[in-house]
């Protein structure tokens, strides 16, 4: 299993390199330039803590911990840049996915993260807690911004759909492996991550890879019918109205 794993791993470098080098080339790299910096932290701590393994096995699993760690951190702030860009067309509305992506991250962050660290009595247990709970706040980001997308009538584009679309996958992996090592035990978790996580990020790998292969166009509001699509879609209208009226006042 381990073996699996590694090959997985190595797999997923080969593609995040492929990914950044083709950012770099593409000009996608200064579209998003958190989540890259996300990618390039991955492969080079992957490579550290592979080195650790061989090197020194029975420092793996701390440097693993710090490694994830600093990754969910790292994630978080992938979040808030997806944010950013999915009402990046509106002049009324841009920061309305940042503003909800921090607020869902410092709420439960605060009453339902850090209580696992903070009142856990045993380590690996606190940790395995914490990645769960961290796991399933970024799936709740990511469904309350593709709710507000819908909402608004905001169109995602190929790359920051890409983005999501790789997130929720990963993010639906982590949880359902956490879950089942809260559930289970930590040994089981031991068995799963090497196989479970090397393969939901290399699949995630894969989206992205395809989604940001060219910077695609962020396109506007979709043209709608007031009378086939209902309140959420008269919204949608309005407000790119009131966008329109602003950024010409704006521009004055």
């Given at each position: 299993m381990h073996i699996l794993?590694?090959?997985?791993?190595?797999?997923?470098?080969?593609?995040?390199?492929?990914?950044?080098l083709r950012a770099r080339a593409n000009g996608v790299f200064r579209a998003f330039p958190l989540f890259y910096s996300y990618i390039v932290y991955a492969f080079f701590a992957t490579l550290a803590t592979y080195v650790i393994y061989w090197v020194s096995p029975q420092k793996y699993s701390h440097a693993f911990w710090i490694y994830y760690l600093i990754n969910t951190l790292a994630e978080f702030a992938v979040l808030v840049e997806i944010s950013d860009h999915i009402f990046k067309s509106?002049?009324?509305?841009?920061?309305?996915?940042?503003?909800?992506?921090?607020?869902?991250?410092?709420?439960?962050?605060?009453?339902?993260?850090?209580?696992?660290?903070?009142?856990?009595?045993h380590q690996s247990l606190a940790l395995l807690g914490f990645a769960l709970r961290a796991s399933v706040t970024k799936a709740i980001i990511l469904v309350v911004l593709f709710y507000l997308a819908r909402h608004f009538g905001s169109e995602l584009g190929r790359n920051v759909a890409g983005l999501m679309l790789g997130f929720s996958i990963y993010v639906a992996t982590t949880v359902a492996i956490m879950s089942s090592a809260q559930a289970f035990g930590p040994a089981l978790f031991a068995r799963l991550v090497w196989f479970m996580e090397p393969l939901a990020y290399l699949i995630c790998l894969l989206v992205w890879t395809i989604s940001l292969w060219e910077l695609a166009t962020v396109p506007g509001l979709k043209a709608v019918s007031l009378a086939s699509r209902g309140d959420s879609e008269s919204v949608a209208v309005q407000l790119n109205r009131f966008n329109s009226e602003l950024s010409k006042f704006l521009n004055k």
């Open positions: 794993g590694m090959t997985i791993s190595f797999c997923s470098l080969i593609l995040g390199g492929t990914l950044v509106f002049a009324v509305l841009r920061h309305l996915g940042r503003a909800t992506t921090l607020l869902i991250t410092a709420c439960l962050g605060t009453l339902y993260i850090l209580p696992t660290i903070i009142w856990s009595t």
